[in-house]
């Protein structure tokens, strides 16, 4: 196969490009935005291109995916190109892109269908719908206690999100909560959290080991849920995983909520779902959706790792108010808007 990289200012051109240099039959392996300029400071963004174009032995003619697919309509073309830009990578794009078109044209089951943006956007939404999982938010009833953990990197808005459910439950749903830590590394962890017990007048233990577990829920009293704030773990280190897998298995948790920062790249967000994988999440948390309008790396991790379901998005630093359950149209709306902003395609 030969292989090339092409920089150009945007999509559209490099594509050109690769088409006048290697022909329609060119691939797309790669797309990246690049920087140029001393250490990518006071330069343009680019967008570098890698394509490849198969030998006739590599492999059947029939099997190729060549990059002037007649297959696809012009506007579904359009739509992949659009993903592409907001960093979807190429096969997520076109497997997207070939479904919401699949999609639209069932939905006229054999009558003549126009293709538009909205249209193709309206089916996209479901398609992507349909491989992000998302889930139901935290279940509590009155006089059964749930006990439910949030666990995650540093710095992701574990505590901040502890202070929103625990709001939410005691104001609007009038629920006893408890609160419980056992992120001890840290004197100003355990009083960040004790200022919301406070303020909401909640309940608070402090737990450093697995023994002393099942007395400080207890001593929490007739609570209808129970929130553990962790401290934040690297991804990378096993043995403080294991930790935690000990503590929360202690405390029987009914939920496992594995927080993750919608700012994260695609590869930090998988190292942190693999990392977790010890303590079996049974959901996740995706927080600072207000930083960035990019969440297409956040999206590919979810799908591509099978993440557990999303229970609940988290928008803003303002307690209670900046969360709202996890529903994947959402975020496949800022997808798109993020994508309509850039210049369309010719
Ligand atoms: N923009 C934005 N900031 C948030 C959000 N959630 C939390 N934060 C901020 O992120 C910072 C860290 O939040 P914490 O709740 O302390 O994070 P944590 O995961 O408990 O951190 P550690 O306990 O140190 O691991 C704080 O400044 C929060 O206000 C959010 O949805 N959007
Ligand atoms: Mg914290």
């Given at each position: 196969?030969?292989?090339?990289?092409?920089?150009?200012?945007?999509?559209?051109?490099?594509?050109?490009?690769?088409?006048?240099?290697?022909?329609a039959q060119?691939?797309?392996?790669?797309?990246?935005?690049?920087?140029?300029?001393?250490?990518?400071?006071?330069?343009?963004?680019?967008?570098?291109?890698?394509?490849?174009?198969r030998?006739?032995?590599d492999?059947?003619?029939h099997?190729?995916?060549?990059?002037?697919?007649?297959?696809?309509?012009?506007?579904?073309?359009v739509?992949?190109?659009?993903?592409?830009?907001?960093?979807?990578?190429?096969?997520?794009?076109?497997?997207?892109?070939?479904?919401?078109?699949?999609?639209l044209?069932?939905?006229?089951?054999?009558?003549?269908?126009?293709?538009?943006?909205?249209?193709?956007?309206?089916?996209?939404?479901?398609?992507?719908?349909?491989?992000?999982?998302?889930?139901?938010?935290?279940?509590?009833?009155?006089?059964?206690r749930?006990?439910?953990?949030?666990?995650?990197?540093?710095?992701?808005?574990?505590?901040?999100?502890?202070?929103?459910?625990?709001?939410?439950?005691?104001?609007?749903?009038?629920?006893?909560?408890?609160?419980?830590?056992?992120?001890?590394?840290?004197?100003?962890?355990?009083?960040?959290?004790?200022?919301?017990?406070?303020?909401?007048?909640?309940?608070?233990?402090?737990?450093?080991?697995?023994?002393?577990?099942?007395?400080?829920?207890?001593?929490?009293?007739?609570v209808?849920?129970?929130?553990?704030d962790?401290?934040?773990?690297?991804?990378?280190?096993?043995?403080?995983?294991?930790?935690?897998?000990?503590?929360?298995?202690?405390?029987?948790?009914?939920?496992?909520?594995?927080?993750?920062?919608?700012?994260?790249?695609?590869?930090?967000?998988?190292?942190?779902?693999?990392?977790?994988?010890?303590?079996?999440?049974t959901?996740?948390?995706?927080?600072?959706?207000?930083?960035?309008?990019?969440?297409a790396?956040?999206?590919?991790?979810?799908?591509?790792?099978?993440?557990?379901p999303?229970?609940y998005?988290?928008?803003?630093?303002?307690?209670?108010?900046?969360?709202?359950?996890?529903?994947?149209?959402?975020?496949?709306?800022?997808?798109?808007?993020?994508?309509?902003?850039?210049?369309?395609?010719?």
């Amino acid at each position: 196969m030969h292989i090339r990289t092409f920089r150009a200012a945007n999509l559209q051109a490099a594509l050109a490009e690769i088409r006048s240099q290697m022909g329609a039959q060119a691939t797309v392996l790669h797309t990246r935005q690049v920087r140029d300029g001393w250490m990518g400071w006071l330069g343009r963004t680019q967008v570098e291109v890698t394509a490849g174009l198969r030998e006739h032995s590599d492999r059947p003619h029939h099997q190729r995916m060549p990059l002037g697919d007649n297959a696809l309509h012009r506007e579904t073309e359009v739509l992949r190109e659009r993903l592409m830009r907001v960093g979807v990578d190429d096969a997520l794009a076109r497997r997207w892109s070939q479904r919401a078109e699949q999609t639209l044209r069932a939905d006229h089951g054999g009558q003549t269908v126009a293709f538009s943006q909205p249209a193709l956007e309206s089916t996209l939404r479901r398609v992507v719908v349909a491989d992000l999982r998302c889930g139901p938010p935290i279940h509590t009833a009155a006089g059964g206690r749930r006990v439910v953990a949030l666990v995650g990197p540093t710095g992701v808005g574990k505590t901040t999100t502890i202070a929103k459910l625990a709001a939410g439950f005691r104001l609007q749903q009038q629920r006893r909560v408890g609160l419980l830590t056992i992120d001890t590394y840290r004197i100003a962890a355990v009083q960040q959290l004790r200022a919301y017990a406070e303020i909401m007048d909640l309940p608070m233990q402090v737990v450093e080991r697995p023994e002393q577990m099942q007395d400080s829920l207890r001593q929490l009293g007739d609570v209808d849920l129970v929130l553990i704030d962790t401290a934040g773990r690297s991804p990378n280190f096993g043995a403080r995983i294991e930790q935690l897998r000990v503590l929360l298995a202690a405390a029987n948790v009914d939920e496992t909520h594995l927080v993750l920062s919608a700012t994260s790249s695609a590869a930090a967000t998988t190292r942190v779902l693999q990392g977790f994988a010890p303590v079996q999440p049974t959901a996740t948390i995706l927080t600072k959706l207000d930083e960035t309008e990019q969440t297409a790396d956040v999206l590919a991790a979810l799908i591509g790792n099978s993440a557990a379901p999303l229970s609940y998005l988290t928008t803003g630093q303002q307690v209670p108010d900046d969360i709202e359950t996890g529903h994947p149209e959402r975020l496949v709306g800022t997808l798109l808007a993020a994508s309509a902003t850039l210049p369309a395609a010719a």
